[in-house]
């Protein structure tokens, strides 16, 4: 089966940085997505990585190294804006198409 | 270019009643799911589709029934709720080979009494 794990909450101080951790378990894996979903809201798309190595996308970079099962989720000058639940994903293959599983979400709460 | 819609965005349903869900995109992507999310946990795929009149059984698909007659529809069916249903049901969609990056629906809060 699949399963992923990563921290249920995280807290940091606004300006500072933060790193959300997922490892996982599955079999096919392809690749490594991550999610950000502000409550009351809907998940929107953040970064996905298929190879190993560090993916930067301006404040938040994600991080792979598909040896280890593992990644990261790494958020830079943190904005109070940023407090919301995030995701990690794996896209496996499973029957007859590719489906994405999700982790339970990281919490992250922003204190000025 | 709405993206993902969902209708409607509340309901509240005796147990044993009946309803559809209807999700509408229209980004002309082939795969299209259906998610429940139940606090403090994350999304749980109910059921997808990769294309127009097909679909199949995800992670929780009892209780729940789909279907796919046009590509950018897929609807959720629940013959008989249960309280157990209660939850948000997010719709998602993408394109083929890109099942990494999805896009969701605003989501749709029930509530089964």
């Known amino acids: 089966g699949q399963s992923l794990e990563q921290p249920s909450e995280v807290t940091a101080v606004e300006g500072a940085i933060v790193q959300i951790n997922c490892t996982y378990q599955t079999s096919g894996f392809y690749g490594l997505s991550w999610y950000q979903q502000h409550d009351g809201g809907a998940p929107t798309f953040l970064s996905y990585?298929?190879?190993?190595g560090l993916e930067e996308t301006g404040r938040f970079s994600s991080f792979l190294s598909r040896s280890d099962s593992y990644g990261y989720l790494l958020l830079q000058e943190l904005q109070m804006k940023d407090s919301a639940s995030y995701f990690c994903?794996?896209?496996?293959?499973?029957?007859?198409?590719?489906?994405?599983?999700f982790g339970s979400g990281t919490r992250l709460s922003i204190r000025p | 270019n709405a993206g993902v819609t969902q209708t409607p965005k509340f309901r509240v349903l005796k147990t044993g009643q009946s309803m559809t869900l209807l999700c509408a995109q229209d980004?002309?992507?082939?795969?299209m799911y259906w998610y429940r999310q139940d606090p403090g946990m994350g999304l749980r795929l109910i059921h997808y589709s990769v294309g127009e009149g097909t679909t199949a059984k995800g992670e929780v698909p009892d209780g729940y029934n789909v279907s796919r007659l046009k590509k950018q529809n897929f609807l959720l069916g629940l013959e008989s709720a249960a309280p157990s249903q209660t939850s948000v049901y997010f719709c998602?969609?993408?394109?083929?080979?890109?099942?990494?990056?999805?896009?969701f629906g605003p989501g749709t809060r029930l509530t089964v009494t």
């Open positions: 990585n298929a190879l190993d």
């Open positions: 998602a969609s993408t394109l083929s080979g890109q099942e990494y990056e999805q896009y």
């Open positions: 994903a794996v896209r496996d293959r499973y029957s007859s198409a590719s489906k994405i599983i």
């Open positions: 980004m002309n992507h082939e795969y």
